[in-house]
């Protein structure tokens, strides 16, 4: 499977943005699908993940201003950001866990917030 992420970009602090990932060479179906991030100098942290299912999580300095979404038709995954702040600044990528080490990443999709 391949993972495209987009929709990534500038903003300034209060506003929205909202990212895809796309999958092909493989559907995403009942897997649980993953939003990560990484700040310059700093490690990659969960933001959001669902489950097949539909069940969210969510990483608390996110929690009542992201959203994470999937539409397993059309083998995407979203993540709608609301409010967002500088500290929301940076590196996004998509995950695909489909078991123990058996993971999936996209390519990054820069997301910059300014005061």
């Known amino acids: 499977v391949q993972l495209q992420a987009s929709g990534g970009g500038s903003v300034q602090a209060g506003g929205s943005l909202r990212l895809s990932c796309a999958a092909s060479r493989g559907g995403i179906g009942g897997y649980v699908m993953a939003w990560y991030r990484q700040a310059s100098g700093e490690q990659r942290e969960l933001v959001a993940s669902i489950t097949g299912g539909g069940s969210t999580n969510y990483a608390d300095s996110v929690k009542g201003r992201f959203t994470i979404s999937r539409d397993n038709a059309k083998n995407t995954v979203s993540l709608q950001m609301n409010s967002l702040k500088p500290e929301d600044t940076a590196v996004y990528y998509c995950?695909?866990?489909?078991?123990?080490?058996?993971?999936?990443w996209g390519k990054g999709t820069l997301v910059t917030v300014s005061s």
């Open positions: 995950k695909i866990h489909k078991g123990v080490g058996n993971d999936y």
